[in-house]
């Protein structure tokens, strides 16, 4: 099983900063075959890259994702109030699929 | 296009529940669909996917042997049947499409495992 390990596990920023998320795998994943998701309290997760790369139809260009192998990130260029969630990472290049535990980016 | 959980409830430990997710809006048979489950406060969890045509099935090992996935073609319904619940089940759980990610989400049914 491929044990994703998201860094920070909170990042405290104000709006207008960039937030930068790392998912690091415990092996390489398949093809890249790595995704992130945004969830907001009480809501379902909403998927924002897939592919490590590929940006979701809709998702706004200030969301980026980058990486290869087994090291991953997340990029928020200017953090809108409405980024401040927890994001996640799901690798399903290998089976079983797996998420990371989750980085939380809150108001400062 | 969407997808709705239903068939969550309150059950005994060592009981058995089976939920629903029904699917509507888009093409059901072109796409696998998925279970996700989120402890309360607590991260997502795969739980098990299957394909089109419900000849291939994967879940995790932590509910292996007690959950089953399938679907109803004809109904455009994604299934989840549970026994041997524990404590450790209690959880929302989400059905999703599979489309590359999950990109769609319902939201969410609540099981709680507790006597």
Redesign the interface.
Known sequence: EIVLTQSPGTLSLSPGERATLSCRASQSVTSNYLGWYQQKPGQAPRVLIYGASSRVTGIPDRFSGSGSGTDFTLTISRLEPEDFAVYYCQQYGSSPWTFGQGTKVEIK | VQVVESGGDLVQPGGSLRLSCAASGFTFTSYWM?W?RQAPGK????VA?INQDGSAK?H??SVKGRFTISRDNTKNSLFLQMSSLRDDDTAVY?CARWN????V????TTVTVSS
């Open positions: 998925t996700v991260g997502l969890e795969w996917n994967n995790a090992d989400y590359f990610c999950m990109d989400w319902g939201q969410g």
